[in-house]
């Protein structure tokens, strides 16, 4: 390869990674960006106390519901054109959210970043399949997984400092420029796949998986606001059973299948989905609980909320280095387990959080365990929960760990949420909330520790 030849791969690749990231990151971003501006939010348009969780639930629940078809779409279209088009489509819900002046346009707007999002997250880490030197692959996942976990800690500075700054409105507008330099770099790195397969897209499957799972997040949301036996908690599971179970039968009899079976044929994808399902309610719960705590208890503006979660920002990276020194002496999964306890631990602290401001105790040291376990297990999972699969399904597999992880995190919060709203003292509630989340990612460990395969295991096959 001259050197000319050479330098031009090595400008590309530099490219496909600042994609991957800046997907990854705006994704990230989003999950958590609105939420210091939730109480302004509340006050412009009118949103209901149990109302309120659906301006973050409709990102989560588009993204969640719509994640296998997206990522099949990349797999077997061209994923240059449904990364293009996602950001295209992310961008105007970006500019309509902003403009809302009614809590339903602002809640579909956040839908419609959603399903955008579910294009995008999971044509960013099937990128890095194509990747095929070691030490850039590992460079890559790195990458990703510091993206999506720095994307969500930044996403509640941002929205505390703009906020303040300008007005709660800001938080959908600066969505715009990240789509425009994300769509820049897209367009000259990304290559068109289009001739990997001429398979037909499974429609029905997908509708099956997307109405079952709003389904059930509906039923969820439904148990705080009308209880757990009420017709319209009761319909929503039922309905939600019922969908998924045909979409699980139209996955193993079907010809053109969503999720073909064999991606879920491992132990190690099967203990990553498993992990990330509960490890993003625990993350949401930290975002989600905290900011309103710090808010509303400890009556604090919303720049200084934004600041005080910087700590978090940091501890991510911190999470990230650890990671990978880890792994190599425990292997993967010790170090996933481990991680999930400290992150846990993090958050029991922060269920602790006094009813009067404390740096140390109330943000601190809980940011520090809660943001290091986070960010480090988070990596990890990525990679484990793309192990070993072919490029023709690298992106469904990437859409199966995504849509564990945004599920959880919409399943999770809803149900967080609904155990905070038993409590009839604000605080004691979002502690409470803080606390189950805590366990949650106890739950995560252990499930990973039993589920994933050990390294002399994995060396044995």
Not at 254 to 264: E, K, N
Not at 276 to 287: H, N, P
Not at 305 to 321: E, H, N, Q, W
Request: proline share 3%.
């Amino acid at each position: 390869m001259t050197n000319t030849a050479l330098a031009a791969t090595q400008a590309r690749q530099r490219a496909l990674l600042a994609t991957v990231f800046l997907l990854q990151f705006l994704v990230g971003l989003d999950i958590s960006l609105v939420n210091i501006a939730l109480p302004a939010i509340q006050a412009d348009l009118g949103f209901s106390r149990s109302g309120l969780q659906w301006v973050v639930n409709a990102y989560l629940l588009g993204f969640a519901g719509f994640l296998l078809v997206g990522g099949r779409l990349g797999d077997l279209w061209s994923r240059r054109r449904m990364v293009l088009g996602g950001l295209i489509v992310f961008g105007v819900a970006s500019v309509v959210g902003g403009l809302a002046v009614a809590p339903w346009l602002l809640v579909t707007a956040r839908a419609v970043q959603g399903l955008a999002a579910a294009v995008l997250a999971p044509a960013a880490l099937a990128l890095i399949a194509t990747i095929t030197d070691e030490t850039a692959h590992r460079r890559a996942m790195a990458i990703w997984g510091g993206a999506g976990a720095a994307g969500g800690a930044i996403g509640v500075v941002a929205s505390g400092l703009l906020t303040d700054w300008f007005d709660w409105r800001a938080v959908m507008f600066v969505n715009v420029p990240i789509v425009i330099g994300a769509f820049a770099v897209a367009f000259v790195s990304i290559d068109d796949n289009r001739e990997q397969s001429n398979t037909r897209v499974d429609v029905l499957g997908g509708a099956l998986i997307t109405g079952g799972v709003a389904a059930i997040v509906y039923a969820v949301t439904a148990t705080g606001e009308h209880g757990w036996t009420s017709w319209q908690t009761l319909v929503g599971f039922s309905s939600g059973a019922i969908l998924l179970v045909g979409f699980a039968v139209t996955e193993r009899t079907g010809a053109h299948p969503l999720m073909p079976i064999r991606v879920l044929a491992t132990r190690s994808i099967v203990g990553a989905n498993v992990f990330g399902f509960m490890l993003a309610a625990g993350q949401l719960a930290a975002f989600y609980f905290c900011s309103l705590y710090i808010q509303t208890v400890w009556n604090v503006s919303p720049l200084l909320t934004g600041v005080l979660f910087l700590p978090f920002c940091a501890f991510v990276f911190v999470g990230i280095t650890a990671s990978s020194k880890l792994v190599s002496k425990l292997g993967a999964r010790n170090t996933i387990a481990l991680l999930g306890l400290v992150g846990a631990g993090g958050l029991a602290l922060f269920a602790r959080m006094p009813v009067e401001f404390s740096l140390w105790t109330g943000i601190l040291l809980p940011s520090a365990l809660a943001a290091t376990g986070i960010g480090g297990s988070m990596v990890l999972v990525g990679t484990v929960g793309t192990a070993g699969v072919p490029l023709s399904d690298a992106g469904v597999a990437s859409g199966v760990l995504n849509s564990s992880r945004q599920l959880g995190g919409t399943i999770g919060l809803a149900i967080l949420v609904t155990v905070a709203a038993q409590s009839t003292d604000v605080a004691h509630g979002y502690r409470v909330g803080l606390g189950v989340g805590a366990l949650f990612l106890v739950a995560a460990s252990v499930a990973a520790w039993l589920i994933l395969p050990s390294d002399r295991e994995r060396r044995a096959r």
